[in-house]
């Protein structure tokens, strides 16, 4: 069974810049989220979908960032326009729709300068 | 305070001795508790999860569970230098998962 997989592994874009970051969860899983972990600080949430609808947002930092999930398959993360505060790691995780456990992708590292 | 907190390290722990991880989180109505292990650059990867109190026992890891103190620990028997990676303690209630900042763990050959 194939894991969960992002793309791209790393990006380096400008301020003012937009960057588009893909994930394919794992197949049949239902639960999508997407995570940040900023330099020295925890992974923290950003949101949840079930399927392609989104069940939480709470974690989302501003409107400059807009995720979607189209036909309850991969997600895109993006965002538009960077800051340098955007920099940091941005990991995916899928779940079955009933299970708590969580499966992480190797993660997108957003640089931007 | 933070809402999952762990001891940053860096443990250092000679290998074959028992290495003791621990965590503690403020939100009660937590119901699962996940430690992952992360190496450097790669993907959190999911090693235990447990939902009730007590312990739990996988090959050579044992989570153990308190909710009335509020206290998750991760035990590595027969610590190899493989073992060697960041452990991250993560809660969770409606779904998401808070984490913790993680604890580095050396294992000494």
């Known amino acids: 069974e194939a894991g969960v997989t992002q793309f791209p592994s790393h990006s380096v874009i400008e301020k003012g810049q937009t960057v588009t970051l893909r994930c394919d969860p794992i197949?049949?899983?239902?639960?999508l989220y997407w995570y940040r972990r900023v330099m020295g600080k925890e992974i923290k949430f950003l949101l949840h979908?079930?399927?392609?609808?989104?069940?939480?947002e709470s974690g989302m930092p501003n409107n400059r960032f807009l995720a979607e999930r189209t036909g309850g398959t991969y997600s895109t993360l993006k965002v538009q326009p960077a800051e340098l505060e955007d920099s940091g790691v941005y990991f995916c995780?899928?779940?079955?729709?009933?299970?708590?456990?969580?499966?992480f992708g190797p993660g997108t590292r957003l640089t931007v300068t | 305070q933070k809402e999952v907190e762990q001891n940053s390290g860096p443990l250092s722990v000679p290998e074959g001795a028992i290495a003791s991880l621990n965590c503690t989180y403020s939100?009660?109505?937590?119901?699962?508790f996940f430690w992952y292990r992360q190496y450097s650059g790669k993907s959190p990867e999911l090693i235990m999860s447990?939902?009730?109190?007590g312990d739990k026992e996988d090959g050579r890891f044992t989570a153990q569970l308190n909710k009335a103190s509020q206290y998750v620990s991760l035990l590595i028997r027969d610590s190899q230098p493989s073992d060697s990676a960041t452990y991250l303690c993560?809660?969770?209630?409606?779904?998401?998962?808070?984490f913790g900042q993680g604890t580095r763990l050396t294992i000494n050959p």
């Open positions: 993560a809660v969770g209630g409606a779904q998401k998962l808070v």
């Open positions: 979908f079930v399927k392609e609808s989104k069940q939480d």
């Open positions: 197949s049949g899983h239902d639960n």
């Open positions: 939100d009660r109505g937590s119901q699962s």
């Open positions: 995780a899928s779940s079955h729709f009933s299970g708590y456990e969580q499966y």
């Open positions: 447990i939902y009730s109190n």
